[in-house]
């Protein structure tokens, strides 16, 4: 039972372009929503994090755009960059007695010059 | 500072033998994880754990045992190996004050031939 879909698996984009990553999840009681960035021999290190409450989140050239009626979340890389190639999960988690991460499938993302 | 730091980094099995993944985080951290990695699967919980003494069943928990007798350690046991066991296994850890962000150890590669 797959709980955060993500889209697409593989992403080419051009140096300077917008790279978008798109995520949508089911259960309802996610109330926290984190982007992890992975890069090739590393463990996923936390990137951007949006909760529910806030419809935009914006750290520099990363963004988050989240639709709390549609159950989807998006990530957006302005202005991408070949450092920025890498692969990109999204997640979704909910606040209880303990924290337990449902990750998407990841996308692998490629900035080429 | 280490945070959270995975042993071995790489390991070849024969099938049906039993090996030990240790992962250790110097974070004082309550929440400990082990996730498997696969192409097209994103991050897959197969363990986790609470607190010293306790573990929990994760989504995929099926061959693997797991063990925290110390706050700061997380072991994973593969008592027979089988080569649908071949991953990528990162360990993570979270405070449960903060209920957010997961660190992740650099992995370990197995297979099992």
């Known amino acids: 039972q797959q709980q955060v879909k993500q889209s697409p698996q593989s992403l080419i984009v051009q140096k300077g372009g917008i790279s978008i990553i798109n995520c949508a999840y089911e259960n309802t009681a996610f109330d926290y929503f984190p982007w992890y960035q992975q890069f090739p021999g590393k463990g996923p290190a936390l990137l951007i994090a949006?909760?529910?409450?806030?419809s935009e989140k914006k750290e520099g050239r990363f963004t988050i755009s989240f639709n709390k009626s549609a159950k989807q979340f998006s990530l957006h890389i302005m202005d991408s960059q070949p450092g920025d190639s890498a692969t990109y999960f999204c997640?979704?988690?909910?606040?209880?007695?303990?924290?337990?991460?449902?990750f998407g499938t990841g996308t692998k993302l490629q900035v080429i010059p | 500072n280490a945070g959270v730091t995975q042993t071995p980094k790489f390991r070849v099995l024969k099938t049906g033998q039993s090996m030990t993944l240790l992962c250790a985080q110097d974070m004082n951290h309550e929440y400990m994880y082990w996730y498997r990695q696969d192409p097209g699967m994103g991050l897959r919980l197969i363990h986790y754990s609470v607190g010293e003494g306790t573990t929990a069943k994760g989504e995929v928990p099926d061959g693997y045992n797991v063990s925290r007798l110390k706050k700061q350690n997380f072991l994973l046991g593969l008592e027979s190996a089988a080569p649908s066991q071949t991953s990528v296994y990162f360990c993570?850890?979270?405070?449960?004050?903060?209920?957010?962000?997961?660190?992740f150890g650099q992995g370990t590669r197995l297979t099992v031939v």
């Open positions: 949006i909760r529910p409450d806030v």
């Open positions: 993570a850890s979270s405070s449960r004050a903060s209920n957010t962000e997961a660190f």
């Open positions: 997640a979704a988690s909910y606040s209880g007695g303990y924290q337990k991460v449902t």
